[in-house]
């Protein structure tokens, strides 16, 4: 039942013993204690288990283990290695997209897909990429600003002042 | 209106020769065959007994959804009303425990009970009619070596004169050629082997060939058919309407894996008859069935599924459409809960099963099987390929469905005219 | 294992109570651990440590709301530190020590944190502050009023000297508690106001936030639940030998855990078990029967007056109208997991709760460790909404980990995450009103039918009347200038009993909808646009005119718009806040009701953090429209018929409309914005549906309602009929 497979995850070789069935969310998360990926629905409704395979966004959840081959896995852990990666994690911060946060690997991971195959997307384009990642919290109108700020650096809403020594003795207004 | 008026005229031809069909029925109710005494089963004739029950596909009707095998309860709705199957378990009460080899080749071969009552052919007699008494005796001791279970039949709900059991009798005397396979020495013993499995075990027909108006099976043969919401495709050798133009490899495929690429995944009844029956085909009854299939005389019914090279779903990549005037609400249904497994080029994402190019399905012009793989989604199963089923939507509304279905006809450039609500009201009427 | 104190000793410590605003709650201790006597017992510590950090111990949860980050703002705000001088830490279960001042235990909800701890946090910290620099003044020699403080640094303003806070640890130790402690003038205020970012930001954008569910304590193991949907349903497992994966199974009288090295693993087995139910105690009701069962309690069951004006005499009412709300689930975003360590004479548990103090008490009461023994770990929370308040999950969780000797995470796959659901309770409300010759309410009288949510979690909050606050929370209340108010509430008890619980809006959720509807229905009787209705009625309530006027304005009300869409108005007081919504519907498609945009009005007192308010009340807002759209849980033979988000749905990206909010400037009191946007969604909505096309939706959620009100008008028996004969010829056989 079990085979042996060695996968490239965020460009490590990881050896694992597993059902060739089992999905890359659990080998992830319980094989190999990667637990920023999230269990959300178990049926590729929800997007929180969404990872790379070849910069490409795909809901772990239903994706067996035995189907990745020599993909490269990309995960929340090192996503931010990537131009991409880290032009939008830094867009999350600065509009401060989380609520409970939960859901936000998979989110993030989806729009760093997204603008690896559209340096700026339109709003069609957002909704194509993202419509399939739920937010309980209700993120999603920063979400979809968060993906502007990262690919054009430009954004209208609200920047959050991060907390630092310098930052509160002379506040400006944002 | 047009159905009723076919049906009740079919019903006064049917009331017309009532005694002629009586005569032919006393006739056709002595045959030397169904005499025999019952044979003591040899552990060989209960494996060959399992793997025919398997080719003749008993437990996919003879069971409900994720119920108890065999054990029947399984609803058929028919524009007449709905029949229940049931239990063949050796349950002496409930089931067939009872019952001689006698009886149960009777049932196989005419359609009748041990206590002289007709069946309804939706249990396929008309196909089993041709099963040999040897692989029917198979077949018998092999169910009996299952656990009995209790499990009374439902009352099956029927209209007048559909209630009227007697009437089925006259069917028959019309219907019923109560005949064993007999090989035609001018094909190869394969494609025989073929047609035997597919004809007289697998009863594809029952499906894949249209009905006249009196129900019984055209000669139209495997040109498709449509029942309980579901169209049953032509699988003739016609290259454009058929599966003339599949590959060997594809077909095989298909039959014993239930999904070939950019060909077809076998969903709903189809699904099952891969489920319970085709996937466990031996090599040669696989091969057999393959080279008979070749051999079904063309018929350009239905209609062609060519991918068509201009849509905007051959535009499109994995993960974005392509741009357009007006975004319909149908694609806003699609990228909400479709494209994370179906890809917008239809390539399918995560599993290849769920590719959407090619397939039969999304071409249909009266989406019958798309509209119900969206309502009912897929069963999970341990075929290739599938580790996770298709969720049902049928939450989503009758406008919505229609929404999507109508977005994705448009998208995959397939014809068939626009559906409304009404129409996904109508295909929920069905109850898988 | 044990509990260790987070606080270390040799700090200067204030101890204080968010229970109480009395001055003798204050205290200075070396540790929490000595603060405590029987007369005082603080819930909250500010230390000073000598290495200059400030740790602020307070039982609050971080769940997505921002609170530790507003926290840390409003003490860094009044003991003149930087924000990035003060660390949060959240306290470790105890419900004695630790009780919430608005909830009468340990519990994070009701949007009472900041209502709960604005005031004496500032004072607590204030207090600090004073201590320190009269520690620094008498070192000096001088004045205190002579000293300045900054950044933690006190200054003597003339001789330029100046101290650390952490160097005056052990003198400001040994001062005694100020009886008055002056608070800083909002307008001084640098920090409070201003967009930070939150604490718990970085971690959860770089995904190194560790909820419940990633806890991995060394040498644990996975189970999948089986239970049944139906409530009093008993398993009885077929005697076979343990699957292959499996590591064992556990038996419990209500459901079965499949036990392996791996979730996935265990819930494949789980899967494929087969499993004999004992529906013996088990009620097997389905939505028509709980539909009557309420209509036939709300004519007929007993019904308690929550509010009986006077005058009120019963006139022949006007207008009256039934409004009919479903059973909704929370659907968190992570499923309920808990991982439980049970050793020979102690507990450890990891968990994201929002009641660390229940959890607490549940695992002494199940397990009889003393408390002490018991650690509870609290991870963050994948969405708390109300659900982990409760500990019916946890529970299982220990009764679980008591079988066996390892630690053991225990999750909720989805479907059973929604079918076990302690979900918002259905109501069944009939409102009506009698009118003046202008078309203003003269005489209101309200009917609430719905189960008690009190009555189960903490029954020391029911009303002395009997009545359970909540059920009536923004009915008996109203803010309108209406003469004769009437309001009762008939207790209404699920067919089975099953409990149902706490949902991110609570009481105003279903009460908000139905007066805010209904008073559109009222402003469409009488022929007046319902925002000038509403702001006739709202003319001894300002703060709410003021919300009003101000979202009419934004939204640029008065602008006409095309056949087709619509435009809706609702306002509200709830959680001590004031809100309004407008929301622009389009409707011109038959399939589908898209909302085009929403502008929303609060004022929630003094602005702590704005950008975090803004949030919530984007997010709640969302929260809302996807309950008022789709929310339902309907039941078959006893069990909720949904399962997973393909049918249990929420909003999604290319559903949400741009959203506008604007927060009004104000020195009140702050008050709660979690629950605020989601009770206001539902009845903005409805109500712009009705002005897009003249359906009043009376029945939620709107989408199947409205669909069954299009079908209804669009032929009834001709339609069905045509059905028929259409199913006839599809089935005719030919291709």
């Known amino acids: ?174 | 209106m047009k159905s009723f008026t076919k049906i009740t005229a079919s019903l006064c031809v049917v009331a017309a020769v009532v005694p002629i069909a009586v005569v032919a029925k006393n006739m056709l109710s002595r045959d030397p065959e169904i005499s025999a005494p019952d044979i003591a089963p040899s552990s060989e004739l209960i494996a060959r007994g399992e793997y025919l029950t398997r080719l003749a596909d008993c437990q996919a009707c003879h069971q409900v959804k994720g119920g108890e095998p065999f054990t029947g309860g399984r609803a058929f709705q028919l524009p007449f009303g709905t029949l229940y199957s049931t239990n063949i378990t050796p349950d002496p009460e409930t089931g067939i425990g009872t019952w001689s080899d006698d009886d149960f080749v009777r049932a196989l071969h005419r359609g009748v009970r041990p206590n002289g009552e007709n069946l309804y052919p939706a249990f396929p007699y008309t196909s089993y009619t041709a099963i040999s008494r040897d692989d029917a005796v198979a077949i018998k001791s092999y169910l009996f070596t299952l656990k009995p279970v209790q499990a009374p039949a439902k009352k099956n709900e029927l209209l007048f004169p559909f209630n009227q059991r007697w009437g089925l009798a006259l069917w028959n005397g019309f219907f019923l050629t109560d005949r064993r396979f007999k090989p035609d020495p001018a094909l190869s013993s394969k494609v025989n082997r073929g047609d035997y499995v597919a004809n007289a075990l697998g009863h594809c027909g029952e499906c894949h060939t249209p009905r006249t108006l009196a129900f019984n099976l055209s000669d139209r043969i495997y040109a498709g058919a449509s029942l309980e919401g579901w169209n049953a495709y032509n699988i003739t050798s016609h290259k454009e309407y058929g599966i003339g133009a599949w590959s060997d490899e594809e077909l095989k495929r298909y039959l014993l894996e239930g999904h070939a690429p950019g060909r077809g995944t076998a969903t709903g009844p189809m699904g099952e008859v891969v489920e319970y029956s085709l996937r466990h085909l031996k090599a040669d009854d696989a091969s057999a069935l393959l080279s008979y299939l070749r051999t079904i005389p063309p018929r350009p019914e239905g209609f062609v599924a060519n991918v068509k090279e201009s849509s905007m779903m051959t535009a499109a990549s994995g993960s974005l459409p392509v741009a357009t005037d007006v975004i319909e609400p149908g694609q806003r249904v699609f990228e909400r809960n479709c494209a994370s497994c179906h890809g917008w080029n239809g390539g399918g994402v995560q599993q290849k099963t769920a590719a959407l190019k090619g397939l039969r399905t999304i071409y249909d012009p009266s989406a019958a099987n798309l509209l119900q793989v969206i309502l009912h989604g897929t069963e999970s199963s341990a075929l290739p390929g599938r580790s996770t089923p298709m969720p049902p939507f049928a939450s989503l509304s009758d406008g919505e469905i229609a929404d999507l279905v109508n977005f994705m006809r448009r998208y995959v450039g397939s014809g068939g005219k626009k559906i409304g609500a009404g129409d996904v009201a109508d295909a929920r009427e069905y109850q898988h | 294992m044990l509990r260790r104190e987070l606080l270390k000793t040799g700090a200067f410590c204030v101890a204080f109570s968010l229970a109480s605003k009395n001055r003798q709650a204050f205290a200075k201790s070396a540790t929490p651990a000595d603060a405590g006597n029987a007369a005082f017992s603080p819930n909250a510590f500010i230390q000073v440590l000598p290495d200059g950090q400030v740790r602020l111990t307070i039982p609050n949860v971080e769940m997505g709301q921002g609170i530790y980050t507003s926290e840390a703002a409003i003490l860094a705000e009044e003991m003149d530190l930087g924000l990035d001088q003060v660390i949060v830490d959240h306290a470790p279960a105890s419900p004695e020590r630790y009780t919430m001042p608005l909830q009468a235990t340990q519990l994070t909800g009701g949007s009472t944190s900041i209502r709960g701890s604005w005031d004496v946090l500032r004072s607590a910290g204030a207090t600090a502050r004073l201590m320190l620099i009269n520690a620094a003044a008498s070192r000096w020699s001088v004045r205190p009023d002579s000293c300045e403080a900054k950044r933690g640094v006190i200054t003597h303003i003339e001789s330029g000297r100046s101290l650390d806070y952490a160097m005056l640890v052990d003198d400001a130790q040994r001062q005694s508690v100020p009886d008055v402690v002056p608070l800083k003038d909002h307008r001084r205020f640098t920090i409070i106001g201003k967009p930070w970012q939150r604490t718990d930001t970085r971690d959860k954008v770089l995904g190194a936030t560790r909820f419940g569910i990633d806890a991995q304590p060394p040498g644990h193991k996975c189970a999948a639940v089986i239970i049944n949907p139906v409530w009093h349903a008993r398993p009885r497992l077929q005697n076979a030998p343990l699957p292959a994966g499996a590591h064992e199974i556990v038996a419990l009288d209500d459901c079965l855990a499949v036990i392996a090295d791996d979730f996935w693993t265990a819930s494949e087995v789980a899967r494929t078990l087969s499993v004999e139910w004992d529906y013996g105690r088990c009620t097997p009701f389905d939505t028509a029967q709980l539909r009557k069962a309420m209509n036939h309690a709300a004519s007929n069951a007993e019904a308690l007056t929550a509010r009986h004006d006077a005058s009120w005499s019963g006139r022949t009412p006007a207008e009256s109208a039934e409004y009919e709300f479903p059973a909704l689930a929370h659907a968190a975003l992570e499923p309920m997991n808990a991982t439980v360590a049970c050793r020979k004479d102690e507990l450890e548990i990891w968990i994201g709760t929002q009641a660390p103090g229940r959890v607490l008490d549940a695992a002494h009461r199940l397990t009889g460790f003393p408390k002490e023994r018991i650690q509870v770990h609290n991870h963050y929370l994948g969405g708390g909404f109300g659900r982990r308040v409760e500990t019916d999950q946890v529970e299982q969780a220990i009764r679980i980990a008591m079988k066996v000797d390892y630690p053991v995470k225990v999750i909720w796959s989805r479907a059973t995450d929604i079918r076990r659901d302690l979900p918002r309770p259905p109501f069944l409300d009939r409102i009506s009103a009698a009118l003046d010759d202008d078309g203003f309410p003269i005489e209101w009288t309200d009917h609430i039918t719905g189960c008690s949510i009190f009555t189960r979690f903490a029954p020391q909050f029911m009303r002395e009347d009997g009545v359970d606050p909540d059920t009536v929370d923004g009915a008996d209340n109203l803010p309108y200038s209406i003469p004769s108010v009437h309001v009762r509430w008939t207790p209404f008890d699920m067919p089975d009993e099953r409990p149902i619980g706490w949902w991110r809006g609570v009481g105003p959720t279903h009460n908000l909808f139905r007066v805010e509807c209904f008073l559109d229905e009222l402003a469409d009787h009488a022929g007046i646009d319902p925002y000038l209705y509403r702001a006739r009625l709202l003319q001894h309530s300002p703060r709410l005119l003021k919300v009003l006027h101000l979202a009419a304005e934004k939204a640029d009300w008065h602008r006409p718009l095309d056949q087709g869409f619509g435009r809706g108005i609702a306002v509200g007081k709830a959680y001590e806040s004031y809100v309004c919504a407008v929301v622009e519907v389009d409707a011109t498609s038959t399939s589908e009701i898209r909302l085009t945009r929403c502008v929303c009005a609060v004022d929630c007192g003094v602005v702590i953090n704005p950008n975090t308010i803004v949030a919530q009340i984007e997010g709640g807002l969302i929260f809302g429209w996807t309950a008022a759209l789709w929310g339902e849980l309907t039941y078959a033979a006893g069990a909720v018929e949904q399962s997973n988000f393909h049918d249990y749905r929420l909003m999604r990206m290319n559903e949400v409309p741009s959203i506008a909010v604007h927060l009004v400037e104000s020195d009140e009191h702050p008050s709660g914005v979690g629950e605020l946007g989601t009770a206001i969604a539902s009845p903005a909505l409805a109500n712009a549906v009705f002005n897009a096309t003249g359906f009043r939706c009376r029945r939620l959620p709107l989408v199947p309602a409205i669909a069954e009100h299009v079908q209804s008008n669009s032929g009834g028996l001709k339609q069905r009929l045509d059905n028929l004969v259409s199913s006839f010829t599809r089935q005719g056989g030919e291709p």
């Open chain 1, 1 to 174: 039942m079990r085979s042996t497979f060695t996968l490239n995850i965020n460009d490590e070789r990881r050896t694992v013993t597993a059902p060739p069935r089992m999905p890359m969310l659990w080998v992830l998360r319980d094989l190999l204690a990667l637990t920023g990926t999230k269990y959300g629905c178990g049926i590729a409704q929800c997007g929180a288990c969404t990872v790379h395979l070849d910069g490409k966004a795909l809901r772990s959840c239903v994706l067996p283990v035995g189907d990745v081959g020599d993909g490269h896995i990309t995960t929340i852990e090192a996503v931010g290695r990537t131009d991409n990666g880290e032009k939008v994690q830094r867009a999350w911060m600065e509009i401060e997209v989380a609520q409970c946060g939960y859901c936000q690997p998979g989110q993030i991971m989806a729009a760093v897909a997204l603008l690896n195959e559209r340096p700026a997307p339109a709003d069609f384009e957002i909704d194509a990429a993202m419509s399939g990642n739920l937010c309980r919290c209700g993120t999603y109108p920063r979400i979809r600003e968060a993906i502007k700020l990262a690919a054009t650096g430009k954004t209208d809403a609200m920047r959050t002042l991060v907390i630092g020594p310098s930052a509160d003795s002379e506040v400006k207004e944002p």
